[in-house]
């Protein structure tokens, strides 16, 4: 059969992601014997008349559509793109009469309700390379729809199918992505880095996370020559050299991790890479290996310097495990960056002054700094915002909805962005303060390369945009 894929992500901020899950799935489909043309919106200035002909050119059987994310999780300056999605999904149908199958964790998420948005009657929740298989098995045969796992099927305002979704046990039976049907070195250049992945499922326990719902709780590890392998393989066909560790906590557990970077040194080549950690399972020895395979900077999700809002949040951390990691990755040489989310429930205008306190004592290389915590159905956080009553009347999940605790709700967003606007290694991008400066919305670019950031990239600067305030703080 002949299936296109569509990656329908076309945020350039912070930086151009590259569409991995796109990518795993268009692996598994061209591994079991499908044509496979890929269509990535994000690289094309007019997308929609790109997919009519895509559509009108390479007549396929099926057409997938991935979606990465529905919104742009920042407060108060909320970006929304359903209407996006629909739109996308509109010029596929308007060149294209059979089955439109939507996927992709921002789907999974929220899948009932993108359905009915964009008009499509199909999608698949959770993860897609088998479930994407069994579909078009079903399809073919047009038998067995009812048993394709993670299958939903809306249509006329009713959900006729709706399966629950399979994890896929053995990990090591997934395909590299396949990176060659997409433009690597676009992202490499204008994103400054490629997204890798090396294990899927999380079992911790953080009130408004959706990786358990996308991806297990169970953490499923690939093998770490494997890992390295893949990256070797990007470096020699592309010269990608700088990769980003997708993975919801790159050391849990800390051991895959250790082993993970032990396997990229040992390629001994000169690639680089930075990835999420949790302050919690932080070590000397991981640090110190981390940094010899070339982590140059990690992102701590930290979410506050207060341990009351931390157990609130359903952190496994203390505020003197955050003083102490931050140390360690200091003395191993590594850029650091804490992300922030301000508002959340037990806050105080106490607590938000102690977090910002700590802050100007640890120094970090940069700050993230969120306001209100982003409602997502199935989650902690949904429960605890229902059970306060504070969730609008008819709330869809699809109209971004932040809780913010009532005792800081007035006075919140005026004090972070002022501290943001003094703080000039401080990113707070729902108020488009970045680097001590706010921005204009003329500023958001149109295109990968273009604004502001991709100056930046023009002079071969790469790694994360937070990494580029260490770079600047090292040229003065």
Known sequence: MKVLILSANRELVPDPVFPLGAAYVA?????????????????????????????????????????????????????????????LIDAVKSAFSGPVVLGGSGFTILAEELLDHTGAEFGIMGEGEEAMLAFLEAFAKDDGLADVPGLIQRKDGETRIKNPPRLIADIHTIASPARDLFDSPIYQKWGGMVGIQTKRGCPLGCVYCTYPVVEGKAVRARDPEAVAREMADSYHRWGTDTFFIVDNVFNNPPDHALAVSRAITALNLPISFTAYLNPGFVTGELMAAMKAAGCTGIDYGVDSLTDGVLKGLGKSFTTKDVVETVRL????????????????????????????????????????????????????????????????DGWDGLTPFFYIDPAVADDVIGFIAGEALKHPDWLFPGHMIMAGRQLSPEEKPERYDSGPLAEFRKRGIKGNLWEMFGVMKAMK
Do not use: Q, W
């Open 27 to 87: 692996a598994a489909v061209r591994n079991a014997g499908h044509e496979v043309k890929i269509l990535d919106a994000l690289v094309h200035d007019d997308p929609e008349a790109v997919v009519k002909r895509a559509v009108s050119d390479f007549s396929p059987d099926v057409v997938g559509v991935s979606i990465r994310n529905v919104d742009n999780v920042a407060y108060p300056i909320v970006i929304t793109y359903a209407d996006d999605h629909k739109k």
């Open 329 to 392: 990755t200091k003395e191993a040489g590594i850029r650091t960056c804490l992300s922030m989310i301000f508002g959340a429930p037990g806050e105080t205008m106490e607590t938000l002054r102690e977090s910002v306190r700590l802050l100007d004592e640890m120094a970090p290389t940069a700050v993230l700094a969120l306001v209100g915590v982003r409602i997502y159905p199935n989650t902690k956080m949904y429960d605890i915002a229902e059970k306060a009553g504070v969730l609008p």
